[in-house]
């Protein structure tokens, strides 16, 4: 199965600051999904297709990458974007996700 | 409004077995994948299994982890998602997710737990 390495596991961000989560696969696949999922809450689609922004997703947070290596970036961190984000692959079976990378505000 | 609403979760002895559903409304159920997806506590998100729409025969595919313990259906009259889980171990202790899927999980459940303990 391809297994995705989420870099890092856990960071900490100042508002405003840039903020870069990258998720290296271990094997190429096509696109990448994202996901944020808050405490006590269902993970949100957040990045799909590598690159597209789920609705409602503020235009601070883009996504980009190909083949093995693949990435989520905020421009400006702000408090609300504290969260673990996960990348999922669908490009073969069976379907796997990132082991996640918690991001706090400081 | 798209809804997902998991239920049947609970207490179950180590080989034990359960039934968990997902309760859906808003969209047309038939034409849509269905997945299950769980996290252990303080864990990373673990895909389960899908079940194809009407148009690809409502087939199945099932992760190496669950294949041939955990059983996918679904009830289309009702739109809800089955999961059927046998033989059940400590290690399959997690909130489990329904999650509609149009090639991405697009709307997810709010999740059911499911503790399996003596």
């Known amino acids: 199965q391809i297994v995705l390495t989420q870099s890092p596991a856990i960071m900490s961000a100042s508002p405003g600051e840039k903020v870069t989560i990258t998720c290296s696969a271990s094997s190429s696949v096509s696109y990448m999904h994202w996901f944020q999922q808050k405490p006590g809450t269902s993970p949100k689609l957040w990045i799909y297709?590598?690159?597209n922004l789920a609705s409602g997703v503020p235009a601070r947070f883009s996504g980009s990458g190909s083949g093995t290596s693949y990435s989520l970036t905020i421009s400006r961190m702000e408090a609300e974007d504290a969260a673990t984000y996960y990348c999922?692959?669908?490009?073969?079976?069976?379907?796997?996700f990132g082991g996640g990378t918690k991001l706090e505000i400081k | 409004e798209v809804k997902l609403v998991e239920s049947g979760g609970g207490l179950v002895q180590p080989g034990g077995s359960l039934r968990l559903s997902c309760a859906t409304s808003?969209?047309?159920?038939?034409?849509?994948?269905m997945s299950w997806v769980r996290q252990p506590p303080g864990k990373a998100l673990e895909w389960l299994g899908f079940?194809?729409?009407?148009?690809?025969?409502?087939?199945?595919e099932y992760s190496a982890s669950v294949k041939g313990r955990f059983t996918i259906s679904r009830d289309n009259s009702q739109s809800i998602l089955y999961l059927q889980m046998n033989t059940l171990r400590a290690e399959d202790s997690a909130t489990y997710y329904c999650a509609r899927d149009k090639g991405l999980f697009d709307y997810w459940g709010q999740g059911t737990t499911l503790t399996v303990s003596s």
């Open positions: 297709s590598t690159s």
């Open positions: 999922q692959q669908r490009s073969s079976y069976p379907w796997t």
């Open positions: 808003g969209f047309t159920f038939t034409d849509y994948y």
């Open positions: 079940i194809r729409n009407k148009a690809n025969g409502y087939t199945t």
